[in-house]
């Protein structure tokens, strides 16, 4: 039983649902980078992953975390022990937020929240592991490695077009974060991946 998991999840979802009505507690939580630039509340690098714009935001997030998250906490269980999943995940909630901090750390109109940048962080991890496996796609199968090289392509132009309220920022650095932790984790991974790309049928 994926125990961390289903703590983050149910944390996570708890905390949003609270949040939705509640705009002092999104206040309190969200990345607003002046609050940790001159109050030093860097627990906001952490709790911007607690909160989501909306159910459809709650929801994408956590069915994502949980069908990856699955695969990855026992991976990481094996590989680093009891907590490496929890380290693993806030690692990706920090890392994958960092540059658009140092960004905006002096922009009073920006915020940021939602969980993101680390769910990117789990999708990729797996990706290393079984890059041929399918994902759902809007209902159609997608092996791992194509919509993982979709997915960078799209935020790469996303980001660049700087348009909407959407951090794509957040999902490279997540994804880059997914793995180089992976990788750093178990380092056979990497060899077992390129092994792995060059047996698709397999």
């Known amino acids: 039983m994926p125990i961390t998991l289903l703590i983050i999840l149910a944390a996570t979802c708890i905390v949003s649902f609270m949040a939705f009505n509640n705009r002092r507690l999104i206040d309190d939580l969200i990345l607003w980078p002046p609050a940790i630039e001159r109050k030093k509340e860097y627990y906001r690098l952490v709790t911007y ?3 989501h714009a909306d159910g459809m935001h709650l929801l994408f997030n956590m069915l994502t975390l949980y069908f990856f998250g699955r695969v990855m906490e026992p991976f990481f269980g094996e590989t680093l022990g009891t907590f490496g999943f929890g380290l693993f995940y806030l690692g990706g909630l920090i890392i994958s937020i960092l540059p658009t901090y140092l960004k905006n750390r002096r922009n ?3 915020y940021s929240l939602g969980a993101s940048g680390a769910v ?4 990729f991890g797996y990706v290393l592991l079984s890059p041929w496996s399918r994902i759902l ?3 159609v199968p997608v092996p ?3 919509y993982a090289v979709l997915y960078v392509g799209y935020s ?3 980001d660049q077009r700087g348009q909407g ?3 794509h920022s957040a999902h490279l650095w997540g994804a880059a974060y997914g793995v180089i932790f992976t990788v750093l984790a178990y380092p056979p991974v990497l060899a077992n991946f390129l ?3 060059s047996q698709p049928g397999l």
């Not at 990117?120 to 999708?123: D, E, H, M, P, Q």
């Open 108 to 110: 009073n109109n920006y």
């Open 195 to 197: 092994r792995a790309l």
């Open 156 to 158: 790469i132009y996303m």
């Open 49 to 51: 992953g607690l909160i």
């Open 165 to 167: 309220n959407i951090n």
């Open 120 to 123: 990117s962080a789990v999708l």
């Open 144 to 146: 791992a490695i194509i």
């Open 137 to 139: 796609v809007w209902f």
